[in-house]
Structure formats: structure tokens, C-alpha cells
């Protein structure tokens, strides 16, 4: 079996992902990647999950569609998804690309953990 | 004023996305570094890479693994030039809706054309459309 890309925390239904190598997000690990979060996300009700990017240096389509389908399953059960720790880099390809606007985004863990409503 | 580095040129043909992408990325980044490409131009020009080879191979090729991908680069002390050439019937660009648009904001897919276009400076599809050409160029 593959090895794993991300670590996982959890407290209740507070659910950190961080993620494990700095070019995960690539074409290469991208859907093993998804699948790994998606399990994570459907073992919670209303989960409320910050993924960190704190690692991440390169990003690509198809990572930005693996975040959409994450978004839309954390959704449907009813739970509040953030991203944080996002290099200036990959930030702009989240402005050029408008998923600012799907995506809740913030500086820091912290402030992402206090933006849950 | 004479180029520091000779210029660097490669030709591959790609049978194995994984394999073919690990192998280019590894190549382009060696020749970028000693032709002094800063950071933000070598994620620039990776992101550029990795869309357009896995186009070619899912989109072009469709995924028939006994089709290829043709790459080639070129890369001085000023530009970053490469084609990738996939086997299929070719595609019209204008075709692809664009993603930014707000009723298709929420389509996972779709994003890699404009992502190729946002950040190199020069793209060009060669009709039938199977064969992409893109160019970075340093800023003056």
C-alpha cells in the first residue's frame, strides 16, 4: 500500500490536515491525496476541517479540483471547510484562478479555527 | 554580451505520464537554475509543464497508452521555450469555457489552459491543436 501524504488531527469534530511532502499537490500523488481526505472528512458529522499548507511549494489543476470535490463533500455533511498557511505563490493562483471566492482562506491555523461560525 | 551557459535543448518522447513528468520537471529545473531563473519564475514555468503534459496525455491521447507525448524544450539566459505534442485529433482552445466565469466557478476541472495562459507569456496551439507552444520570457 502506498504511504500516506498527509498527517491527521482530530478533537471532536475539529479536523487539522497538514500535509506530509512539498510538492504533494502535484498530478503525480494529487488523487491518492483526495481520496485520503475525503475518507477523513466522511467519518465526521458537521466536521470542520483546516487543511494547512504550511509545506506545500507547487500546486496544480487538478489539486484545485480535488479541493472543490473536498469543499462539496464537507458541505453535504453539513461541516465548514478552511484553508490556511498558503505561500504568497500558490495564493495568487487562487486569485488568478477566482477560488478565492469558493474558499475560505486564512493567514494562520488560529485565526482559521476562529472563523468557524 | 555572450550567454554565461551554453543553452540547454531536450527532446523526449513520453510513454508514462508519472514517469515522463518526474523526469521533465527534473530536467527543466536543473536548466532553469543554471540559466538564472528566480523562484517565482521556475513555479511559473513547473505549473505551466505539468498542465500541458497531463493534458496531453488525459485530454490529447485520452489516456491510450499507446500514444505519446512529445516534449521539447529550450532554455538560455532569457527564455524558457518548450512544445508538447500529444497523438490525438487535436482540440479548438477557444472552445473551453472560461473557468473564471462565475456560473462555471464551481466546475472542479477546466483550469489548466488558463493556468498555462496566466503564466507563461507567449502560448500558442497549433492547429489541428494536438501541438501546444509556450514560451517565458525573463523581464527586462
Do not use: W
Not at chain 2, 514517469?19 to 521533465?24: A, S
Request: aromatic share 8%.
Amino acid at each position: 500500500m502506498a504511504s500516506s501524504h498527509i498527517s491527521v488531527r482530530k478533537t471532536d469534530n475539529l479536523i487539522r490536515i497538514d500535509f506530509i511532502d512539498r510538492n504533494i499537490l502535484d498530478e503525480l500523488n494529487i488523487h491518492q491525496i483526495g481520496e485520503e481526505i475525503l475518507k477523513v472528512v466522511e467519518s465526521e458529522f458537521r466536521p470542520k476541517v483546516v487543511v494547512v499548507f504550511k509545506n506545500v511549494e507547487h500546486m496544480s489543476s487538478a489539486a484545485f479540483g480535488t479541493l472543490m470535490k473536498v469543499n462539496e463533500r464537507v458541505k453535504a455533511r453539513d461541516g465548514q471547510l478552511r484553508l490556511c498557511q498558503i505561500t504568497p505563490r500558490i495564493h495568487e493562483a487562487f486569485v488568478m484562478t477566482k477560488l478565492n471566492r469558493i474558499f475560505s482562506i486564512s493567514d494562520t491555523y488560529e485565526t482559521a479555527v476562529a472563523s468557524f461560525v | 554580451m555572450a550567454n554565461s551557459v551554453k543553452a540547454f535543448r531536450c527532446e523526449h518522447t513520453l510513454r508514462d505520464l508519472r514517469e515522463g513528468l518526474e523526469h521533465v520537471h527534473q530536467e527543466a529545473e536543473a536548466a532553469l537554475a543554471a540559466h538564472g531563473f528566480d523562484d517565482g519564475a521556475k513555479f511559473a514555468i513547473r505549473l505551466a509543464i505539468e498542465e500541458a503534459v497531463v493534458n496531453a496525455f488525459r485530454h490529447g491521447n485520452r489516456s491510450d497508452p499507446k500514444k505519446s507525448v512529445h516534449f521539447r524544450a529550450y532554455i538560455d539566459d532569457t527564455r524558457a521555450s518548450f512544445e508538447v505534442e500529444d497523438e490525438g485529433p487535436g482540440f479548438d482552445p477557444a472552445t473551453i469555457p472560461d473557468p473564471t466565469e462565475d456560473e462555471n466557478l464551481e466546475i472542479p476541472s477546466g483550469r489548466g489552459v488558463m493556468l498555462i495562459k496566466a503564466y507563461m507569456t507567449e502560448v500558442e496551439y497549433v492547429p489541428p491543436g494536438n501541438l501546444l507552444r509556450m514560451t517565458y520570457r525573463k523581464p527586462a
